[in-house]
């Protein structure tokens, strides 16, 4: 009797199966927490990158948009010179119209211009974009002269940009709803990949005759002619996007532009 009361007291008090419990249990909390944690950092992780890319492959694109109207304001600067000198040397015989003549022989140096590149790529060159069906020759020919542009650009970071440029509809001189005629490139469509992440951005690219006063003086309040003053023309507004928008797919059957109508 005295031997049974002994083992069930010892019994009361051997715990060793309930600290082993208390183990387990703590383990596995303390497991949990570890896992749920590796899988924060592991999802913060993946969307840092996912991030990264994202910025990467949208800067990307718009670097090369970026430098490409900064060679059309090259281009913008030329043609202001040749209209100048056009205008000016015919100032007498156009001095009722200098204005509309200036806008016109700008425009004309920019269609050369870039009927010269455009001319300048031969079928052979275009041999390596037979497989992009929804573009027709002269549209493969465009892409490739403002690659070229973009390649012979004095710029080397400018040379690496070239390949981002995948499509252009469509250039010369267009007529807006309000009937103002400007020089653009239609339907330019550029993509960037970085990582597993691509960029595609759409845009126009129009460019305008700078504001010239032809004026040669003015008559103060006394009747007397005065000098006009200096001007300062800033080449870079006159070049700007027009329908610029952002996607993350592929809209290149899909993009239509409103600029509006070839001019006659």
Same mark, same amino acid.
């Given at each position: ?11 009361? =008090? %051997?715990?060793?199966? #309930?600290? &082993? +419990? /208390? ?11 570890? @896992? ?28 090369? =948009? %970026?430098?490409?109207? #900064?060679? &059309? +304001? /090259? ?11 056009? @205008? ?177």
């Amino acid at each position: 009797m005295m031997r049974l009361e002994y083992c069930r007291k010892k019994g009361k =008090l %051997d715990n060793r199966g #309930s600290a &082993l +419990v /208390s183990v387990l249990v703590i383990t596995t909390f303390i497991t949990i927490i570890a @896992t749920t944690m590796l899988y924060m950092a592991a999802m913060n992780y993946q969307q840092k990158q996912t991030d990264y890319q994202n910025k990467q492959s949208f800067y990307g694109a718009e670097k090369a =948009l %970026d430098e490409f109207k #900064s060679i &059309l +304001v /090259s281009d913008v600067q030329d043609a202001y010179l040749y209209a100048y000198n056009e @205008t000016s040397k015919n100032f007498l015989w156009r001095k009722d119209d200098l204005t509309a003549y200036f806008q016109e022989s700008f425009m004309n140096a920019l269609n050369e211009k870039w009927k010269e590149r455009v001319d300048d790529v031969t079928a052979a060159d275009i041999s390596g974009l037979q497989s992009i069906a929804s573009m027709n020759d002269g549209q493969k020919k465009l892409l490739l002269a403002v690659r070229n542009v973009m390649e012979d650009a004095e710029e080397t970071e400018y040379n690496d940009c070239a390949k981002y440029f995948y499509k252009i509809d469509s250039y010369g001189l267009y007529e807006d709803a309000a009937g103002a005629k400007k020089f653009a490139l239609k339907g330019i469509q550029v993509k960037c990949t970085s990582g597993n992440y691509t960029t595609f951005l759409y845009t126009d690219i129009c460019l305008e005759p700078p504001s010239v006063n032809w004026q040669t003086g003015f008559a103060d309040a006394t009747g007397a002619t005065q000098e006009k003053a200096w001007e300062t023309i800033a080449f870079t507004d006159c070049v700007y996007y027009v329908n610029w928008h952002r996607a993350d797919y592929d809209e290149r059957d899909n993009y239509n532009t409103d600029l509006g109508n070839p001019a006659s």
